[in-house]
């Protein structure tokens, strides 16, 4: 099992910066991916950005170029910085970690953080 906590949503103006961030601890071990999903009223959860262990990382296409994804593995935290929001990045976001043991994927979701970007 794995436990995360998130934290750094809240209400910004167009054009600023918020930083998310999420604290996993339980099986940390077995960590694979980290990241972040959002999801807007009437809308589906989409992916948003991803850390792969190893290095790699993955971003929405709306999202490239003002969002970046970061890992402290020391401390088992991803962070979300996102500059340049705009009111359509208004939403919960979550996030997730995909565990991997024994050739097992598990997905684990926070309790989701509110971000309102103002126009």
């Known amino acids: 099992q794995v436990h995360m906590v998130e934290s750094g949503g809240g209400l910004v103006q167009a054009g600023g910066s918020l930083r998310l961030s999420c604290a996993a601890s339980g099986s940390v071990f077995s960590i694979h991916a980290m990241g972040w999903y959002r999801q807007a009223p009437g809308n589906q959860r989409e992916l948003v950005a991803v850390s792969i262990s190893g290095g790699s990382t993955k971003y929405a296409d709306s999202v490239k170029g003002r969002f970046t994804i970061s890992r402290d593995n020391a401390k088992n935290t991803v962070y979300l910085q996102m500059n340049s929001l705009s009111p359509e990045d208004t939403a919960v976001y979550y996030c997730?970690?995909?565990?991997?043991?024994?050739?097992?994927?598990?997905?684990?979701w926070g309790q989701g953080t509110q971000v309102t970007v103002s126009s």
């Open positions: 997730n970690v995909v565990s991997l043991i024994g050739g097992r994927f598990d997905a684990y």
